[in-house]
């Protein structure tokens, strides 16, 4: 019988645990927590994506800063306003929304993010930290994804952890994450030759492709662990990348869409700006 991961009772048991302890920030240290949210355009869906992670932040107690531009604003306008929060002693993290509109480099600008207010984990600095194995700010999905595994008792030392998918948004950080927690680790991604026959080998699936309904039962082990990253809008509802419906009965372990991995993202998110207020004044 496969079991369903309700993402949505965790990602509550974190944004609850991350509103307790700012409270004890505020009462021991005198410091609010706040996150700026930066969003470049009129894109619906991003909006959508910025206002739920705002009413998170005002929900957990943190102060909430937003700074909306324009489609045509130009580079030099976007750095202005990442630079201004950089500086601003009462923002704990910076949050630029993606994807951005077109002729604007979105590497170099959240790479104009300080490191220690990067809540994303997406600047190189924090990518090269946690390829060294350094302490720093991950990536909230990979990150959400590792805590639903804790949370359900899944042994990660050892195991056979195959990701799907190696954007530098999940896939890549993902594979990574599971190294450093002592599981063996294969990457593949949609373009993976005879890819059924790499992903029946693993205890552990995590598929962040982008691909609806990628995945099915010929691709998992009896038993395994699916992780569906995936979400997409269809004509028949939200559908994630994997073909869900095969795995009933089939995987032991799977994440449903919605309701598994996206409530994470906000609530690592809310993690994130909490730990980088913890820490203090951020490193350039």
């Given at each position: 019988?496969?079991t369903l991961?309700?993402g949505k009772?965790?990602?509550r ?7 307790d302890?700012v409270a ?10 706040g996150?700026a ?6 894109d ?10 705002r009413?998170?932040?005002r ?6 800063v937003?700074?909306?531009?324009p489609p045509?604003a ?7 306003v ?5 500086r ?6 910076i949050l630029l929304?993606?994807p ?9 600008l959240i790479?104009r ?12 600095t924090?990518?090269?930290l946690?390829?060294r194995?350094?302490d720093?700010?991950r990536?909230?999905?990979p990150a959400g994804?590792?805590?639903?595994l804790d949370?359900?008792?899944?042994a990660l030392?050892g ?5 799907v ?6 896939g890549?950080p993902m594979?990574?994450m599971l ?7 294969t ?5 993976t ?5 790499v992903?029946?080998q693993a205890?552990?699936l ?7 309904g990628l ?13 569906d990253?995936?979400i997409h809008?269809t004509p028949?509802g939200l ?11 089939h995987a032991?372990?799977l994440?449903p ?11 690592m998110?809310l993690a994130?700006?909490?730990a980088a207020a913890r820490?203090?004044?951020?490193r350039?």
């Amino acid at each position: 019988m496969t079991t369903l991961i309700d993402g949505k009772k965790t990602a509550r048991e974190v944004r609850a645990w991350v509103a307790d302890e700012v409270a004890c920030t505020v009462r021991e240290r005198g410091r609010v927590p706040g996150l700026a949210t930066v969003l470049v355009g009129d894109d619906p869906a991003s909006a959508v994506y910025v206002a739920a992670k705002r009413s998170a932040i005002r929900e957990a107690g943190m102060g909430d800063v937003h700074r909306a531009l324009p489609p045509h604003a130009s580079q030099a306008e976007v750095a202005a306003v990442i630079d201004e929060l950089a500086r601003d002693p009462d923002v704990t993290g910076i949050l630029l929304q993606l994807p951005l509109p077109g002729g604007l480099d979105a590497g170099a600008l959240i790479d104009r993010i300080p490191v220690g207010k990067d809540v994303d984990g997406l600047t190189t600095t924090s990518a090269g930290l946690l390829a060294r194995g350094a302490d720093g700010l991950r990536p909230c999905t990979p990150a959400g994804v590792l805590k639903l595994l804790d949370t359900e008792g899944v042994a990660l030392r050892g195991a056979h952890a195959v990701v799907v998918g190696h954007s530098e948004l999940v896939g890549r950080p993902m594979a990574r994450m599971l190294l450093q927690r002592d599981a063996t680790v294969t990457v593949a991604h949609r373009h993976t030759l005879r890819l059924a026959s790499v992903t029946r080998q693993a205890d552990i699936l995590v598929v962040a492709t982008g691909v609806p309904g990628l995945i099915g039962a010929d691709h998992v082990k009896p038993g395994a662990v699916v992780v569906d990253v995936g979400i997409h809008r269809t004509p028949n509802g939200l559908q994630g990348d994997v073909r869900a419906g095969e795995l009933d009965g089939h995987a032991g372990l799977l994440t449903p869409v919605p309701g598994g991995v996206g409530p994470m993202t906000i609530a690592m998110l809310l993690a994130n700006t909490l730990a980088a207020a913890r820490q203090g004044p951020s490193r350039s």
